[in-house]
């Protein structure tokens, strides 16, 4: 599975962005896919999932409210909708699709990751 994500930049304090991430080559075998993120100095951190059959979703708890995750089966695409964005929300985000049959938690997504990786892409909002 490839995964190549779009739609970082700069964005302002209160503002939005709208993060793609499009997956190929074995889409078959995606159950979740997801959004992660690592701020300078700090650790990787789950931001949302997707399950790919149910819609089954879920969200780190400094982004509810503020941020939707969705998905397009049909073109294999994820997307991450961030509004009200907030200077700490400044990260390199990394979209991320799991191949094993259950939707986990957000501690076990935050502990073990998930299956693919994407290259991350840069946001940066300023105050």
């Known amino acids: 599975v490839q995964l190549q994500a779009s739609g970082g930049g700069l964005g302002q304090a209160g503002g939005s962005l709208r993060l793609s991430c499009a997956a190929s080559r074995g889409t078959f075998s995606i159950s979740v896919m997801g959004w992660f993120r690592q701020a300078p100095g700090k650790e990787r951190e789950f931001v949302a999932a997707?399950?790919?059959?149910?819609?089954?979703?879920y969200y780190t708890d400094s982004v509810k409210g503020r941020f939707t995750i969705s998905r397009d089966n049909a073109k294999s695409t994820v997307y991450l909708q961030m509004d009200s964005l907030k200077p700490e929300d400044t990260a390199v985000y990394y979209c991320?699709?799991?191949?094993?049959?259950?939707?986990?938690?957000?501690?076990?997504?935050?502990?073990?990751?998930?299956?693919?990786w994407g290259k991350g892409t840069q946001v940066t909002v300023s105050s």
């Open positions: 991320a699709a799991d191949s094993r049959r259950q939707f986990y938690s957000v501690s076990y997504y935050n502990s073990y990751g998930m299956d693919y």
């Open positions: 997707i399950s790919w059959a149910g819609g089954s979703i």
